[in-house]
């Protein structure tokens, strides 16, 4: 039991440190535009080298683990974070950042393929859904964390003296007076680090992957390939990694362009906001969901999206700060609503037509680079603007979606829709 406890904490520590390492890019964004003098298309490239990586190492990741099993994948990932981390606190050139970003990325990918299936073993099949939905938390919780860390080093680094803390002091060492923001990228080599040894020190169980989690044969994908429901569903995932990330990395750009407000301070401190606001929204869906048809959570969560999208966009400055990371809030309930309506619309291959979702992440790569190219022509407004084309599509799945089974809502059992799949 005491083993069982032990590596449960783990999974969530891994939980926790992939998203330190995965959701900084928003609040350096500014500082990257800044200090590598590139354009807004350029800046939004790095995130699509970190999600390209995320994405197309989603299927890959699958059989590595099949064929290594858990605890060498899941070290090798935290190798990759690591590498990718220490050759840009090294090397702060923007080059380096991408190539950087992408290896990060790939760790990280290979890491939530494989600690999914170790957590069902680890807490009980009995439990799994429970310490999913906890895991999403403690996920969200460093996502909400690492923007306030960011922002606490750049303004602390450069007034560092003796009476300053280990932390302070071991940093102002190592880090270039003029690139503070860089200091994030030696505490996630020294976490991953870390994390490598932990892992190769804990003693894993045997995990025997069910249906879901086993990865499918090329028949299946070929089959999935050719119903029209799987495409449309990966484009529902992919907008909504893009409306995600598309929002997250660039709020503090937006604030500190139009509005005049410090990216180190106000900046930062929003886009926490953004990510805890996604977070809470989480128990606020479960409760909608217990009332409502998924499928009207959706349609209108989609709507307080856009609505306030639109007064972030063309509102006040104080009103933009508000309505940015409330956007959070409203995208919380919609990343498990596409997904769970997805599966819940084929007969079959689940598990393969889930990793062809999680490919669907690319969207977290795709869409910031977008937005920062029509930035550059046209202005970041005008950027932003794309953001309402993929909401519109995860508002579209809301109208369009039928699946064979429903949510189960209070006084009303899950059942059958009696709408065909298309296909």
């Not at 939980?15 to 609040?27: E, K």
């Not at 690139?179 to 680090?193: E, K, Q």
């Not at 894993?204 to 050719?226: C, H, I, K, Q, W």
């Not at 291959?349 to 969207?363: C, E, R």
């Amino acid at each position: 039991m005491a083993h069982r406890r032990y590596l449960i904490g783990l999974i969530f520590l891994t939980f926790f440190v992939i998203s330190l390492l995965s959701n900084i890019l928003g609040p350096i964004v500014p500082d990257i535009i800044s200090t590598f003098h590139v354009s807004l298309g350029a800046a939004g490239f790095l995130a699509f080298a970190f999600f390209i990586a995320y994405g197309v190492m989603s299927i890959p990741a699958g059989f590595l683990v099949q064929r290594f099993t858990e605890k060498p994948v899941m070290v090798a990932g935290f190798i990759a974070g690591t590498l990718g981390s220490l050759s840009f606190a090294l090397f702060p050139r923007y080059p380096v950042a991408v190539v950087s970003l992408f290896t990060i990325g790939a760790g990280m990918a290979i890491l939530q393929v494989a600690i999914n299936p170790l957590l069902r073993v680890a807490g009980g099949s009995e439990n799994f859904a429970f310490n999913c939905a906890l895991s999403q938390f403690v996920f969200g919780a460093a996502s909400f964390l690492s923007p306030l860390l960011y922002s606490y080093l750049v303004l602390n680094l450069g007034s560092t003296t003796r009476s300053s803390n280990l932390l302070l002091r071991a940093l102002h060492q190592v880090t270039p007076p003029q690139l503070s923001w860089i200091s994030m990228y030696w505490i996630f080599t020294v976490v991953a680090i870390l994390m490598v040894g932990v892992l190769w020190l804990s003693r894993f169980p045997v995990v025997e992957p069910t249906d879901e989690e086993r990865p499918g044969t090329l028949s299946m994908y070929r089959n999935l390939a050719r119903q029209k429901v799987v495409w449309a569903y990966f484009i529902g995932i992919f907008a909504y990694t893009g409306c995600e990330q598309g929002t997250s990395d660039w709020i503090s750009r937006f604030l500190s362009q139009y509005h005049g407000f410090d990216p180190h301070t106000t900046g930062a401190v929003a886009v926490s906001w953004f990510w805890g606001l996604l977070t809470g929204g989480c128990f606020i869906g479960m409760v909608l969901l217990k009332l409502f048809d998924s499928r009207r959570v959706l349609i209108a969560a989609s709507a307080g999206a856009l609505i306030c999208l639109s007064l972030a966009l063309f509102g006040s400055a104080k009103l933009c700060l508000i309505a940015l990371p409330l956007i959070g809030l409203f995208a919380a309930v919609m990343w498990p609503i596409v997904n769970s309506l997805a599966l819940n619309s084929v007969k079959e291959f689940h598990g393969s037509f889930a990793g062809i979702l999680n490919s669907g992440i690319i969207g977290g790569a795709v869409v910031p680079v977008i937005i920062g190219r029509l930035g550059d022509a046209f202005g970041l407004r005008t950027g932003m603007m794309f953001l309402y084309i993929t909401f519109g599509i995860i508002a579209f799945i809301g109208f369009w979606a039928t699946p064979l089974i429903t949510n189960a809502t209070l006084g009303k059992p899950a059942n059958s829709s009696s709408s065909p799949v298309i296909v």
